[in-house]
């Protein structure tokens, strides 16, 4: 394991037969890159699997890793993670996303609040929702939305949201869960999780796959209308919290190599949780919401999926990464969301 955050969750982990200290991808691409080159070939490494966005920084030096890496070319990534460039995308391959418009200036932003009766704008390059707005009202829009970067506004659907994980293979899905968001860190990151089979969400997932011949692990996030019709709001071409359905399954670490391999999908349909998420951010919002009951339920039926009676150090220590997290995060004047991510997160930088 190659990780910019010393200390970090799984690095006193038994699973981990060696832990490298490498730069920030983000702050230090290049020397990222030296470094993750030393490691593959004085460990003879075969496969290099990116687990978040740092993917995207691998991805500028794809052609110099003396080894097989578990990506797309940095263009195809980008035409999944840019929301803008996603739905183009997708329509291109008869699928539904939500009506989307490109905000670059004031003037598209008045257009785009004439079309719709309620919209939601979100920067081209974000990550967890965290800077999404939901039915804004144009007034609060004008006062406070800049324009250094593009933004896209897509048609409000009410509905049912679900997120997806998937491992894919030259066009093939070797993995995948879909599971239903219930409680979330934020806006959008899911941290309760139970697999449901959908079909309409699975053909969807599979025929993007297959038009754009994907290899590597795509997530997507899906609104499923009143009527019954889903829609794609955004991808993400990483890997998401949708891994841990999938981690108990015997055939999973398979689905990385065998391209031949039976779509693998999660055992059961046991609920699982990052306890502590649920605590810091889904209790006090159920307290506000009047949910509970429904926190409650879901907190004591879920396992934790950080807990391993076999494994117990990383639970026992996590609080060490979320310091650090806390830290940068007053440091820099972020979210600990936010911070979670700041020395990999890619926002279309070449």
Known sequence: MAESLRGHLSQPSAAIKANFVVPAPRQETGAFLEALTRIVEQNQIDLLIPTCEEVFHIAKGLDNLPCRVFTKPLDKLDSFHNKWKFAHAAVACGLRVPATMLIRNRDELLDAFARWR????????????????????????????????PWVAQEFIAGRQFCTYSVCQSGRITAHATYPTIFTAGQGATIAFQHMEHSAIFNWVRTFVERNNVTGQMSFDFIQSEDGQVYALECNPRATSGVHLLASHPQFAESFFDASTRTVTPLENNSQMLASAMLAYALPAALRKNELRSWAKTFLTSDDVIWDAKDPLPFLLQFRSLLFYLKLARQKGISPLEASTYDIEWNGER
């Open 118 to 149: 309620g919209l939601v704008l979100k920067p081209v390059y974000s990550r967890f929702a965290s800077r999404t707005l939901i039915l804004p009202q144009l007034r609060e829009v004008l006062s406070t939305l800049t324009f250094d970067a």
